[in-house]
């Protein structure tokens, strides 16, 4: 890939986040690679989001759409079907995603399109992101618990990917589109490349700024959520890869299973 010849298509959705709305779509201006389009979901804002969005409709490198279908209610699934419905707008070989309450670091970009140029076999990308919440904001690193089974896997507005790799994920992942309730996208990518791909690549790189707002709190490590969640992502798994003995003596699924039992 030549510098400044591959379009990258930068995903942006958005939810009643008008109040941040400007930040993320800023930041995707401001990057330093500028191939870029960018292409923004609205699902059905109730506060400013559309006032926002107004003042950049006549910018050329930006798309904006409006969900104009009933909404699922159901956050993860919502977030999902804007993302896909973008992504079949988008004309970019590269696509990165970005929630909206989310923004980008400057060289973002440019560090991602360096490590598909040069390593044809990846075909997604995980950035690291730099968490903020109300007690400032922290790097997060490439790990995760010892004793997990899972790779670390970044949130959604840390994700870059090839246009293929994307068609082959949603032709897989078609009929599980309406299930599997608290499984994000990202997550579901990231599963999809990792397990059953094995084209998954981390940039040991800050270059997201992630809000942990919203649903994230819902999902306090242990609570009933959160374990409800870690076992229906076992179950995706199982299922994606078509692999029924992949969490065979699996002790983190073993554990996962006996928690449950007592919720």
Known sequence: MKKQKTLVSILIINY??????T???KSSLDQKYKNIEILI???KSTDNSKKVLNHFK???KIRIFFNKNKKKKIAALDAMNGYIKLFKKSKGSLICFLDSDDY???LKVEKVIKIFSKRKEIDFIQNLPNIKNNLGTKKRGNKNNPLSFWPYLAPESCI?????FMNSFLKTNKKFNNSFEDIWLGFRMGVYAFFCLKKFYTINMNLTFYESLGQSKK???LNKNWVKRRKNSFEYLKRISKNKNILNKNWDFIITNFITKFY
Do not use: T
């Not at 009643?16 to 709305?21: E, F, I, P, Q």
């Open 23 to 25: 930040r993320a779509i």
């Open 58 to 60: 006549k910018n050329k």
């Open 41 to 43: 979901f609205d699902d």
């Open 219 to 221: 999902y306090r490590l």
């Open 16 to 21: 009643n986040n008008g109040n941040l709305l």
């Open 160 to 164: 870059s990917f090839r246009k293929k």
């Open 104 to 106: 980008f670091h400057r």
